[in-house]
């Protein structure tokens, strides 16, 4: 018998991806260049050179039956100790080989990484909004994720709605900063608050509660905005990276998770994500793919087209009306729709070949989400479908 509980999924598939596809249909009818589509966090530049040589200089060099054998269950050593000191380097942190552990992006870190800290029944606290895909990723290890209301105004963590949800079934608090959809990054004064309430916590309820942080935009952070690097603020922090954003390399599926050496069971945790992986059937992302990451990790693409797009969409828009809290990093904005209804909205946006995505899926009312990976000149060009979009509500 079929399993109804994928079955009822099969109803339920992501707005995010089903806009996409819609996009690229309306595309093939009238041109690409006629659809502004801002509907999938899909990088828009290329990856850095040294990535592309690197991969071809592994072909051309490398032992062939070698390197494309499997790797190790946690991953291939000498990638481990690189990301390790790297981290160090950067963060001024004192990660090891033994606290990293790779993954399939950062989706299979999240995935991983609530697997180790939860049992069924169990509960992990996020902060809207937030990525859709989070349920899922918890609620298929038998864990409750539980949604902690937005603030609107900064979306900056709302404390009085999260202490309020605090209980003693509470294992984890799922994070993501910078964040999808809004682009706000938590400042070092959010963090810092974050962790006194759960080093409180922790004693109160005598158990650890970990921060699972979520961090594939780390490395897209707008100039001057303050953001920090959560484990160098929480000792049981059990950070979730993906290269997807920072080199452009979503559909290689490369990334890890670094297990803070302060956390009492790091290197537990880690060696639990490589049994983790036997009941998934993860088995280790593609040699080659660690390998050559590896070489670039003290580099990223060239991420200042963002910038660029966010100082275009946010000048211009917010002169049509729209209420926007400013991104501080990502690709991602968050403006508030100009009716209540943000599916309604959105498609009205359809009209103008405007591909916007509704904010419910994100866990608030009454706002959009725009995905500006585009070309710059096709976000220029966008500001007119936007024009016709907002003169039907003036």
Same mark, same amino acid.
């Given at each position: 018998?079929?399993?109804?509980?994928?079955?009822?999924?099969?109803?339920?598939?992501?707005?995010?991806?089903?806009?996409?596809?819609?996009?690229?249909?309306?595309?093939?009818?009238?041109?690409?260049?006629?659809?502004?589509?801002?509907?999938?966090?899909?990088?828009?530049?290329?990856?850095?050179?040294?990535?592309?040589?690197?991969?071809?200089?592994?072909?051309?060099?490398?032992?062939?039956?070698?390197?494309?054998?499997?790797?190790?269950?946690?991953?291939?050593?000498?990638?481990?100790?690189?990301?390790?000191?790297?981290?160090?380097?950067?963060?001024?942190?004192?990660?090891?080989?033994?606290?990293?552990?790779?993954?399939?992006?950062?989706?299979?870190?999240?995935?991983?990484?609530?697997?180790?800290?939860?049992?069924?029944?169990?509960?992990?606290?996020?902060?809207?909004?937030?990525?859709?895909?989070?349920?899922?990723?918890?609620?298929?290890?038998?864990?409750?994720?539980?949604?902690?209301?937005?603030?609107?105004?900064?979306?900056?963590?709302?404390?009085?709605?999260?202490?309020?949800?605090?209980?003693?079934?509470?294992?984890?608090?799922?994070?993501?900063?910078?964040?999808?959809? +809004?682009?706000?990054?938590?400042?070092?004064?959010?963090?810092?608050?974050?962790?006194?309430?759960?080093?409180?916590?922790?004693?109160?309820?005598?158990?650890?509660?970990?921060?699972?942080?979520?961090?594939?935009?780390?490395?897209?952070?707008?100039?001057?905005?303050?953001?920090?690097?959560?484990?160098?603020?929480?000792?049981?922090?059990?950070?979730?990276?993906?290269?997807?954003?920072?080199?452009?390399?979503?559909?290689?599926?490369?990334?890890?998770?670094?297990?803070?050496?302060?956390?009492?069971?790091?290197?537990?945790?880690?060696?639990?994500?490589?049994?983790?992986?036997?009941?998934?059937?993860?088995?280790?992302?593609?040699?080659?793919?660690?390998?050559?990451?590896?070489?670039?990790?003290?580099?990223?693409?060239?991420?200042?087209?963002?910038?660029?797009?966010?100082?275009?969409?946010?000048?211009?828009?917010?002169?049509?009306?729209?209420?926007?809290?400013?991104?501080?990093?990502?690709?991602?904005?968050?403006?508030? +729709?100009?009716?209540?209804?943000?599916?309604?909205?959105?498609?009205?946006?359809?009209?103008?070949?405007?591909?916007?995505?509704?904010?419910?899926?994100?866990?608030?009312?009454?706002?959009?989400?725009?995905?500006?990976?585009?070309?710059?000149?096709?976000?220029?060009? +966008?500001?007119?479908?936007?024009?016709?979009?907002?003169?039907?509500?003036?």
């Amino acid at each position: 018998m079929l399993n109804q509980h994928f079955i009822d999924m099969c109803g339920q598939k992501s707005v995010i991806r089903e806009l996409f596809m819609y996009g690229k249909e309306r595309a093939a009818e009238i041109g690409y260049e006629n659809v502004f589509d801002y509907s999938l966090g899909n990088p828009s530049v290329a990856p850095p050179q040294s990535f592309t040589d690197e991969m071809i200089k592994l072909l051309q060099e490398s032992e062939p039956v070698s390197l494309h054998g499997y790797s190790p269950t946690l991953g291939i050593d000498s990638v481990r100790e690189a990301i390790a000191k790297s981290l160090n380097d950067r963060f001024d942190m004192n990660y090891e080989k033994k606290d990293i552990f790779m993954t399939s992006g950062a989706a299979g870190a999240i995935a991983h990484a609530a697997r180790a800290v939860t049992v069924p029944g169990d509960e992990i606290i996020t902060f809207a909004p937030f990525f859709p895909e989070y349920r899922p990723y918890i609620e298929e290890t038998g864990a409750k994720l539980k949604i902690v209301p937005a603030d609107i105004s900064s979306f900056q963590i709302n404390f009085d709605a999260f202490l309020d949800m605090l209980n003693e079934k509470v294992m984890a608090v799922l994070i993501n900063s910078p964040n999808n959809p +809004s682009g706000i990054v938590y400042s070092t004064e959010t963090i810092d608050k974050l962790a006194m309430i759960l080093t409180e916590k922790e004693e109160e309820y005598g158990h650890p509660i970990y921060i699972i942080s979520d961090e594939p935009y780390r490395e897209i952070v707008f100039n001057g905005c303050d953001a920090p690097f959560v484990a160098a603020h929480y000792n049981n922090t059990l950070t979730c990276y993906s290269f997807s954003k920072s080199l452009s390399l979503p559909g290689e599926r490369i990334g890890y998770i670094a297990v803070n050496p302060a956390c009492g069971d790091s290197a537990l945790i880690v060696d639990m994500c490589g049994q983790i992986s036997r009941g998934t059937g993860h088995n280790c992302p593609p040699s080659i793919i660690q390998l050559a990451v590896s070489k670039c990790l003290y580099e990223t693409s060239d991420l200042s087209v963002y910038e660029e797009n966010k100082n275009i969409l946010y000048t211009e828009l917010t002169k049509l009306g729209f209420e926007i809290v400013e991104p501080g990093g990502t690709f991602y904005m968050f403006p508030k +729709s100009l009716e209540p209804d943000a599916v309604a909205f959105c498609n009205k946006a359809k009209d103008f070949d405007l591909i916007i995505v509704p904010s419910d899926s994100f866990g608030v009312p009454g706002h959009f989400r725009i995905s500006y990976c585009i070309p710059t000149e096709k976000v220029k060009r +966008s500001i007119a479908a936007f024009e016709k979009l907002a003169a039907l509500y003036n």
